[in-house]
């Protein structure tokens, strides 16, 4: 798929500019300009993880983690939603097929999430009805389907955790993002109230394993694409870190020329040892981050492509290691913005809106830096990583 990679990476490549122009108008809207979603969606981008048999370009993760690198060098809040539609796709490839016949109607289908436990599902007739309210909804403004996490509840009083895969429009959308970082990603809550789901549109992960202890034969992961699903979630997030550090770099760059330093005699701002010193430290911190980045992709595609799953050390070295290739990221970010003087501070100037927003992206609890390096820290001593999200 090289050839589908680099045809999407292209194209990604010639609308930086335009989605970077259009960020001003994001923030305010508080979602993605319908220009912006038109520009990625001719570029391939939301069929990157569409398999090849419904007409998708069936990316691996670490062509998938470039394009969206790119994205968020021209807009932080473009990549973040690509990125939660993509790796939602990515999922639903593990489902049954008659379930992906019917969210697969269209390569560049849209699905966005919601990946805490605040719903139920009870069981009637042939499926099931949902009710709950899930928060943080990126995406889903934009979204053709909602993959929401909730709790199935029987009339036994048994439960289990499930996953329903409902359309979009079946839902109330909130307008209730409001955010300092990430504005445009418009993550509102969603609301279901008595939504039939169809049973085979709901995926319950304990009768999996249940049916694998039984002996019961299941269908394997796609060829070369079973990453596992926390690792590939955790990889794939910091593609938008890398990608938000690429661009603040450009734009410092871009503003240099010409620039003075306030209050001093200096008139040439890229003259001064101490900018020398800024730009190798932020330039070291994206190539750090994008070496820890390309050794964990190398790791989970080896694995995926032999179908053998990941030990319990390297599943927790990823976590660890995709949270401090963030943080790298989100330093190099910082400095370039203290760099800046104060006029970065203009809603006009992009690399203010690229500094917020890594700023509040890696308060995400999938990346936060202390969480992940202590899971890290305790498989690393033998101990139990207290956590099932592995």
């Given amino acids: 798929m090289q050839q589908a990679k680099d045809d999407v990476l292209a194209a990604v490549r010639d609308i930086v500019p335009k989605l970077r122009e259009n960020g001003l108008e994001a923030e305010q809207r508080r979602w993605l300009p319908e220009e912006n979603l038109a520009l990625l969606e001719k570029a391939g981008v939301f069929a990157m993880a569409t398999p090849q048999r419904y007409g998708g370009l069936d990316l691996s993760l670490a062509e998938q983690a470039e394009v969206l690198a790119e994205i968020a060098r021209g807009c932080p809040s473009s990549s973040w939603v690509s990125m939660v539609w993509a790796s939602s796709a990515w999922m639903v ?19 966005s999430g919601g990946f805490s436990p605040t719903g139920t599902l009870v069981p009637s007739g042939d499926g099931y009805v949902l009710n709950g309210t899930w928060g943080f909804n990126s995406g889903c403004r934009g979204a053709d389907w909602n993959m929401m996490l909730a ?13 329903a895969l409902v359309p979009m429009d079946r839902f109330a959308i909130a307008d209730d993002w409001v955010a300092s970082s990430l504005t445009a ?52 997030s ?38 020398h010193i800024q730009l190798g430290a932020a ?58 003087g104060a006029s970065v501070i203009k809603r006009a100037v992009p690399l203010q809106r690229f500094h917020h927003d890594i700023q509040g992206l890696a308060l995400h609890g999938w990346i936060l830096l202390s969480t992940n390096l202590e899971v890290q820290g305790r498989v690393i001593l033998g101990l139990e990583p207290q956590t099932p999200l592995l």
């Fill in 185 to 236: 990603t418009g993550s509102s809550t969603t609301t279901a109230t008595d939504v039939f789901v169809p049973a085979h549109h709901v995926v319950i992960p304990a009768e999996a394993e249940a049916a694998m202890a039984a002996g019961i034969e299941l269908p394997p992961p796609p060829p070369g694409r079973g990453y596992g699903l926390y690792s590939f979630l955790f990889a794939q």
């Fill in 283 to 340: 330039a070291s911190r994206i190539a750090a981050a994008e070496a820890l980045c390309q050794q964990m992709y190398g790791l989970l595609q080896d694995r995926a492509d032999r179908y053998e799953e990941l030990t319990l050390a390297e599943r927790a070295a990823i976590r660890g290691h995709s949270a401090y290739a963030a943080q790298q990221a989100k330093e190099a970010v910082e400095i370039l913005y203290n760099a800046s």
């Fill in 151 to 163: 709790i199935v509840q029987r009339p036994d009083g048994t439960t289990d955790e499930a996953i």
């Fill in 93 to 111: 490839t593990l489902f049954p097929e008659e379930l992906q016949d019917d969210i697969f109607t269209r390569p560049g289908v849209r699905i």
């Fill in 238 to 275: 910091v593609a938008t870190f890398i990608g938000i550090a690429r661009g603040a770099l450009d734009i410092f760059l871009e503003r240099l020329p010409g620039r003075g330093i306030s209050q001093t005699q200096w008139t040439d701002q890229s003259q001064h040892p101490l900018t």
